[in-house]
């Protein structure tokens, strides 16, 4: 992927943002400029409701303390300019995109930080930073197709909760019911909740337990673990090698033009559930289409697979898909392969997040 592509969504965006405010902390002298000016900034600009507490500290020189004000658009452009840039290691884009990953939110205005990204100055003040990750050897594999050798299905244990179950018997059934759960809750919004602002279903993945998986990384485990959108934060992951049939027919989503040409082929018209969330979540206003996924299915694909590249290009965009309709790709998690066939697991492996350690990581425990 290039430069213009990291900078074209929403996630993309967010992922340069960190990048260069992860490198400002590294190279500030004690006060870091732009990281305050972010978080101030973006502060003021989320969505209504969002409350933070900020502490100021006083000393002999400033017993009264104010908190700063926001910045401008050009101020903070300024601020990103004068960042000396890198590429970031393997373990740094880990961090990155799971940080970009999880502060994902569909149903929502886009957090303040997000919006700031987008603001034209700004925009072009990352382009640098997008060129470093983007040149980054361990960006490499974002754009790569579903990797068939080594695909790994990961849930979060939550606690007091029984371990989840992993792989799928059942997913003719689950495909079927799925479909008839939206087609329910479309007639639902027509009719009891029209023209209300009500909050439902923001996603637009295959049926709930299917399963998903994801590539396993050297030395990092299961990409599943990393990158999650809407997650419970759950200190342990169960994980396990997935059994795949022999040579699937996998569909690639690499970018806006895949996930639109999907609903265009197989169209799911769930206007009046998704109008107030989508609507929320990208400003636009009009028909939703999502793809019919007991259709997808039926025409012989066995599975979805979504790039990284595809993610950070695609996720949260209102995409055109008809004169009157268009999509969003929400609730998918960077390459993320969704099985829409039978798929079974293998030993299972549990991981967990070191909180102690300076940077996010995880480790292998013995299962109890």
């Known amino acids: 992927m290039n430069t213009v592509d990291l900078l074209i969504g929403p996630r993309g965006r967010r992922l340069c943002l960190e990048w260069v405010r992860r490198l400002s902390a590294e190279q500030a002298r004690g006060h870091d400029a732009l990281g305050e000016a972010l978080v101030i900034t973006?502060?003021?600009?989320?969505?209504?409701?969002t409350s933070w507490i900020f502490a100021v500290k006083e000393s002999a020189d400033d017993p009264e303390p104010e908190l700063p004000s926001p910045s401008s658009a050009g101020e903070i452009a300024d601020?990103?300019?004068?960042?000396?840039?890198?590429?970031?290691t393997e373990r740094e884009?880990?961090?990155?995109?799971?940080?970009?990953?999880?502060?994902?939110?569909?149903?929502q205005p886009l957090?303040?930080?997000?919006?700031?990204?987008a603001a034209d100055p700004i925009r072009r003040a990352l382009e640098?930073?997008?060129?470093?990750?983007?040149?980054?050897?361990?960006?490499?594999?974002?754009?790569?197709p579903n990797d068939r050798v080594t695909q790994w299905t990961t849930a979060e244990i939550l606690p007091d909760e029984p371990l989840p179950a992993l792989g799928t018997d059942n997913s003719g059934a689950l495909l079927s019911a799925g479909r008839q759960e939206s087609i329910e809750e479309e007639q639902r919004f027509?009719?009891?909740y029209d023209g209300e602002d009500v909050s439902g279903v923001w996603t637009s993945t295959p049926a709930y337990r299917l399963t998903s998986s994801t590539r396993y990384l050297p030395d990092a485990g299961p990409a599943g673990m990393w990158f999650k959108e809407d997650a419970f934060g759950a200190d342990r992951t169960l994980t396990a090698p997935l059994l795949a049939p022999t040579g699937p027919r996998v569909l690639e989503i690499d970018g806006p033009d895949d996930w639109a040409g999907l609903c265009a082929a197989?169209?799911?018209d769930v206007t009046a559930s998704r109008r107030y969330v989508w609507g929320e979540a990208t400003g636009r206003t009009g028909g939703w289409l999502m793809p019919d996924w007991v259709a997808v299915a039926d025409s012989g694909i066995d599975a979805?697979?979504?790039?990284v590249a595809g993610y950070l290009t695609t996720a949260g965009r209102a995409l055109p898909v008809t004169a009157t309709h268009s999509t969003v790709l929400a609730g998918w998690d960077p390459d993320a392969t969704f099985w829409l066939v039978d798929v079974a697991a293998g030993d299972p492996v549990v991981w967990e997040m070191d909180r102690e350690s300076e940077d996010l990581t995880y480790h292998r425990v013995t299962m109890e």
């Open 266 to 268: 197989f169209p799911l």
């Open 111 to 117: 957090w303040g930080e997000d919006r700031l990204a």
């Open 190 to 192: 027509r009719t009891e």
């Open 128 to 144: 640098p930073a997008a060129k470093a990750i983007a040149g980054s050897p361990a960006a490499a594999w974002w754009d790569c």
């Open 79 to 88: 601020l990103i300019s004068g960042i000396r840039l890198r590429s970031p």
């Open 304 to 307: 979805v697979h979504l790039t």
């Open 93 to 107: 884009i880990l961090q990155l995109l799971s940080g970009t990953t999880g502060s994902a939110v569909y149903w």
């Open 42 to 49: 973006g502060n003021a600009m989320d969505p209504q409701g």
